[in-house]
């Protein structure tokens, strides 16, 4: 088997870079550290109304215990009328990816 030993020039536009895929993931994620959504930023994360997510998501047992800021989690829960839903971005959004076989079943 023969070999062919090239070596190419590819240019990179001076308004980019070239990173790797881990790189960019962690970017991503540093996106979300700091960061909360309120209940329309999830619908607009999971594509679905608040009245889904709270039936698929929030409220089933076997989430609730795992998301509930009161159990150490990171969605804060209304306890009275006027508050408003609050969740920690990067702790929901990998809560999403890890469970959206459960989420969906």
């Known amino acids: 088997m023969q070999q062919l030993s090239v070596n190419l020039t590819i240019p990179i536009p001076s308004d980019s870079v070239l ?3 881990a790189e960019l ?7 979300l550290v700091g960061l909360y959504w309120s ?13 889904w997510i709270k039936q698929n998501i929030l409220y ?4 609730r215990e ?13 306890k009275t009328k006027g508050q408003t839903w ?20």
């Open 39 to 51: 209940m329309k930023d999830l619908e607009t994360r999971v594509n679905r109304k608040q009245v």
């Open 25 to 31: 993931e962690e970017l991503k994620q540093q996106q």
């Open 66 to 78: 795992q998301l509930d800021v009161d159990s150490g989690g990171f969605v804060f829960y209304p």
């Open 19 to 21: 990173i790797s895929k």
């Open 86 to 105: 609050s969740f920690h971005a990067s702790k929901m959004a990998e809560f999403l990816e890890n469970n959206f076989h459960r989420i969906f079943s």
């Open 60 to 63: 089933p047992s076997k989430f």
